[in-house]
């Protein structure tokens, strides 16, 4: 596989292209990838695309915090939940998908759930959010969240005027779910939660993307950690070009955003 230190770079450059933008890594793509074309089908490739996250995410990351969109108790929340099931999905992983057939359709059916959920918001999308992102594609400012209230009842915050809010345990639940379906998946549980933040809780992509960034890349530390545990590390060549592909991809649109500010 001497074109791999070219091909697998480009691959995972478009993908973090595209995926940065709704604060997700794009591993969810990067998954079905290895496994379909790389030929990657052990459980080794969970942790792999775990190292991917962490390579390639940081970047995402700092941008959000440095734009003031970073929303640091939803992200402690997201983790708490990931961190939580991570280990548990790991185990379903290597005790009962290690025959490709049944990973495969495992992966089928994630990736029909993710694309059924951005299809019903794309199609019906909540009033309030689409009059937002309208205001903030014509003024090509994303603003500042600001948290107004926090309870174990209720979490609210004000962002461009308006007010939203989001009940913690149940994202916590619900963080918790996506962190066992990711860890046998192997993906930090970001493009699950991230329709669900918006469909669901009806929060903005713009308010929630840091967050779901920083809780993938926390989940993916526990992911590698899990699988090498159980005798499934890393394939490090494969998830370091994955991730410095990746990685370009976030930085350059990052970049592109910032000097097409009516594309943001």
Same mark, same amino acid.
């Given at each position: 596989m001497d074109l791999s230190v070219v091909f697998i770079p480009i691959v995972a450059f478009v993908v973090g292209f595209v995926c940065s933008q709704a604060g997700v890594s794009g591993a969810f793509l990067l998954l079905p990838f290895q496994v379909s074309v790389l030929g990657f089908i052990s459980p080794s490739v969970n942790a792999t695309n775990f190292l991917y996250n962490i390579v390639a995410i940081p970047s995402g990351v700092y941008r959000y915090w440095k734009e003031g969109r970073m929303m640091w108790i939803l992200a402690l929340i997201i983790i708490a939940g990931y961190l !939580?099931?991570?280990?548990? $999905? !790991?185990?379903?992983?290597?005790?009962? *998908? *290690?025959?490709?057939?049944? %990973?495969? =359709?495992?992966? +089928?059916?994630? #990736?029909?759930?993710? $694309?059924?959920? =951005? #299809? #019903? !918001?794309?199609?019906?999308?909540?009033?309030?959010?689409?009059? #937002? @992102?309208?205001?903030?594609? @014509?003024? +090509?400012?994303?603003?500042?969240?600001?948290?107004?209230?926090?309870? %174990?009842?209720?979490? !609210?915050? @004000? %962002?461009?005027?308006?007010?939203?809010?989001?009940?913690? *345990?149940?994202?916590?639940?619900?963080a918790l779910a996506i962190g066992i379906i990711g860890g046998a998946y192997g993906v930090g549980g970001g493009a699950l939660m991230s329709p669900l933040l918006v469909t669901f809780f009806n929060l903005p992509i713009h308010t929630i993307a840091g967050a779901n960034l920083l809780g993938t890349f926390a989940a993916s530390i526990i992911g590698i950690g899990s699988f090498t545990a159980l005798g499934y590390p890393p394939n490090l060549k494969t998830g370091l070009l994955l991730g410095v592909g990746g990685l370009a991809g976030i930085i350059l649109e990052r970049d592109f955003k910032s000097s097409f500010p009516k594309l943001r």
């Open positions: !939580s099931g991570i280990y548990i $999905g !790991s185990l379903i992983r290597v005790n009962y *998908l *290690l025959n490709p057939k049944t %990973f495969k =359709l495992f992966i +089928g059916v994630v #990736l029909l759930y993710i $694309g059924a959920r =951005l #299809l #019903l !918001s794309a199609i019906n999308p909540e009033k309030r959010i689409k009059k #937002l @992102d309208e205001r903030i594609v @014509d003024s +090509g400012i994303k603003g500042v969240v600001r948290i107004e209230k926090i309870s %174990f009842k209720i979490v !609210s915050f @004000d %962002f461009w005027n308006e007010r939203y809010s989001f009940p913690p *345990l149940l994202t916590f639940m619900v």
